[in-house]
């Protein structure tokens, strides 16, 4: 075991959220040290262009992602089932390396809404307790729209988001998103350039009476010069966002927005494959004294520090929390304890829709498109439904990569000269329409530690228990319901539903949105971290991330996770480094 | 901290400046004469040479490769035994002025002491206070790896007869104030011509042709004189100043050598002493006509080098715009550009090659970098980009042909 001089603040992850926490905290003339599992990765080196164009290499092969011969999860889809290690990438792919899976996202860059963070009481309000179901386990999230927006609002311009604000101030405005949040500024980049997709489509939910308005986009519109300084490039709309590092410096991740002037602080480092396996308790069992992490070598290291954060991936936070013993582990039986409930995710649909109109499709960006937001959250009534949540519809013009994305008719053969003669005719003409649902919190669905599979460092593996339950299946059947209209009314050659398979299946990929299980909130007995992500049982550890949702909203996380990532820095910056200790009292 | 560190250089720097003088002998106590010594060196970018990547700082050790050979920097440290510790003052400024070494050797005038001739003793006597207040690293000598006749050093003073021109700075009268701090700062501590004067075939700097340019480590360090095209002639003193102090300004970004001395030296220094060295370099006449600003020949362009046209639709339009337009402020214009233009194509072969970064500084830290095109395109290939973008849009500039890009693809070849 190597032992460290003591950090005043140790990251364990180096991500979206670590990043963020880092470049603030510096700021303050803390020594700050990342512990990253992954390798080093710069947009000049590991993204360049054209090297980083390479479909087969990342999003076949894998490259940016998690490596499941050294850490995976096991799954179930329920306690009746013996859970199974997933020994290749599902329907999720987190992140390993420097910018974490913020690296190989898409920039489709949300706020959730002031009714997302205020889910149970408002549903209660408006509909009476009686219409949450009984296994529905929802729960305020203990901070607000309105605390967060400064908070988004730094984040959007860190990140110089393109899109058209719909709500600023209070008043709406034309052609932006009529149902958000009040803005405090506009966004700070113009909308990315509309495809002929996304004019079809707008057109289309118009005429169906639905409020369409750009995807807000962490893909640049025009150069941008963020908080930081740190330059980004216009996006080239090349199509390479989803799986892939950004060679353009025009898709905000890290390495575009914060690293190029984070790396070169002197009171910052990051150790760059260093697995951490372990955090340490004192005697007491309510301070965080170390961490543990495991080297390219397979060298055990421990590296103590003043102040924690366990800043990784949603599932990797819990993990940690789960095989170090810190908090009490959640048990579905009694419906007591904390770490690993709560666990949620997204639920999808599609339509595939053939067109006449020849569209280009690989002309894209990974948030380029039209956005319907009427069917999210709290934007319509739920009453006559009866079902909690909602989400969005989108017409994504990612770039339809060549081996995973061609769209072709669902009866057309899969291989030999009938699929060819498919994807000739209908490459061009051919595009999946998305719909992007809640995910409630149930009872049954959580995450704990395997009894029977470990990782490669030798802990269990972290245990998965989800399925799909029938008040999200009907939200999303409605959904594609809704998104089946604005197909139809595109007049296209041909179109056709996937709906969300009424069981949950790890296997085909969906999202990487995992959520919950170390949950924020006002309440201990409900919640892992209070309402500025601070551990309720030792105050000096903090837990960042997805893993702090208490439920799943229908938007993607990023935007979120952001926001508060750098409400939870300003906290510990304004007021926990004054006087260390628990800034909620239990 | 690096905006910490410039606002306390600022600070200390100030003080320098309305301090009297330090007396001639350095003390380690004279603090305003140790601040002044720091800013003088990193005027001079001593550490470019003096310290190594990941090594000791001024422990010298660094490989300086010259057309002779490689010559390894000196460890100027004040170790007694290995670095400058022992040395006197008179044996300093010796060594400064004339290029001896405290021992009576010749050094290589790959230490620019042809330049360094120009600095006042009161600067050379602070550089030499602040090196005394470095902490001494014992290093390890390495023998030069110098050709025949040039590793016998005592032929140093032979060049030493033709090329030195010892001698402090002498203002020149025609010259304002400012115009005056420029030249001292570019013709002494700062020592452009280094690499930006053309060298005699023994190396000697050619001073009829200051700064007109010259080929260095398969980049051409620009030209600095007056010409509207390849020259300084087309920018404003701002513009020069937003170079030095940024990295980067609309007409080009710092990338190869320059990269470094903007990181290291340009981008640290007082703002008044970058107006100087603007303001000087303005006066400066356009040298020989080397490029040209011809009439808008795209079309011909296209059709005189269809192959480049070709590869360059194919592989630079992503950035630098079908036009050659650039993107304002992230990546660079071609068209027009004193680079693109330059009379030698040298730096934009080895640019297209093996790619090019641009300075991080506090102003511009992303450190954007083109990749290169070594992998892709063959030497035919380079050569008909380098042509078309010299002669398209309104560029005309000589050509080039495919053994210029060789030589330059197996001397910047890392195998």
Redesign the interface.
Known sequence: MVKHRSADVVLVGFGQSASLLAQELTETGLEVLALERGGPRR???EF????VQDELRFAIRNELFEQPHRTTVSFRHNARQRSLPMRHLGSFNPGTGVGGAAVHWNGQHWRFLPHDFELRSRTVEQYGAGFIPDDMTIQDWGVTYAELEPWYDKFDYICGVSGQAGNLRGEIQAGGNPFEGPRSRPYPLPPLKRDLLSTMFDRAAIEVGDHPFPGPASNTSK?Y?NA???????C?Y?GFCEWHGC???SKASPQTTIL??LL????FACRTHAAVTRINLDSTGTRAVSVNYVDMQGEEHEQPGDLIIVSAYATHNVHLLLVSGIGRPYDPRSGKGVVGRNYAYQTVSSVDVFTHENLNPFMGAGALGQIVDDYNSGNFDHGRHGFIGGGYIASWTTGQRPIGQMVIPHDAPGWGSGWKRAAKENYLRGTSLATHGSSMAYRDAYLDLDPAYRDVYGNPLLRVTFDFHENDLKMSDFLTRQLTAIARAMKPRAYHANPVARHYSIVPYQTTHNTGGAIMGNDPETSVVNRYLQCWDVPNLFVVGASAFPQNAGYNPNGTVGALSLWAADAIRSRYLKSPGPLVQA | MRGRYIVALAVLTAGAFICPAAGSRPRLDSWAQNARGRYLVIVGDCAACHTTEWGEPFAGDKPVPTPFGTVYSANITPDEETGIGAWTDAEFLRAMRHGISADGSRLYPAFPYPWFTRVTREDLLAIRAYLDTLEPVHSVERENELAWPMSWRFLVSGWNLLYLDSGAFEPDPELTAEQNRGAYLVQGPGHCGACHTPKSWMGGPQRDQAYAGNALQNWFAAKLDGDETSGLGAWSEQDIVEYLRTGSNGFAFAGGLMQEVVEKSTSRMRQSDLEAIAAYLKTLPPGEDTGGDGDDTAVAAAEQFPEGHRVYVDNCIGCHGYEGEGLPDVFPPLDGRATVLSPNATSLIHAVLRGISEASTEARPTRIRMPGFAWKLSDEQVAAVVNYVRNAWGNHASTVDASAVAEIREATSAG
């Open positions: 947009t000049s080196e360049a262009i054209p090297w150069p010069k930081y300084g740190v330059q980004m490039g216009a080239t090349c060679g353009n410096y190029p002037v070169e602080k002197p009171n």
